[in-house]
């Protein structure tokens, strides 16, 4: 009885054929981890603008956005600009095909709770359950 030495061309042809189902539903997943990943990096920027707004508000400042330094965004595809209160943070190029992206942060009178909305319901699978429109 001959011995079989390595692996015959059906076996090889359904590991490749494996491999390419895997990554066929592994791409798109793994895109839509980075895009939610730059997003959530987006929110963490406006954390800091929405604790000097919640602060400006409780201190009775007119400007609410006094103390808001809006050139310090430590991505380079985003841009936080804070007008009246509201924050709006801005990104671009996020991959996964979204291109731009838009999420806004409105405070409540007291400064105490935020709205945050996006800017279309299409990006809503990459923020949170709270900002979904």
Avoid: H
């Amino acid at each position: 009885m001959k011995k079989q030495a390595g692996f015959t061309l059906i076996e090889l042809m359904i590991v490749v054929a494996i491999i390419g189902i895997l990554a066929a539903i592994a791409l798109p997943a793994y895109q839509n981890y980075t895009v939610r990943a730059q997003v959530t990096e987006g929110i963490n920027i406006a954390a800091s603008a929405r604790a000097t707004v919640a602060e400006n508000i409780m201190t009775g400042r007119t400007d609410l956005c006094e103390g808001i330094d809006e050139t310090d965004a430590s991505t380079p595809n985003a841009a936080l600009t804070c007008d009246a209160g509201v924050i709006t943070v801005e990104m671009s190029n996020l991959g996964g095909g979204v291109s731009d992206f838009e999420i806004t942060f409105t405070p409540d009178a007291a400064g105490r709770s935020w709205t945050c909305a996006v800017d279309d319901a299409d990006n809503n699978p990459y923020v949170p359950a709270n900002c979904r429109i």
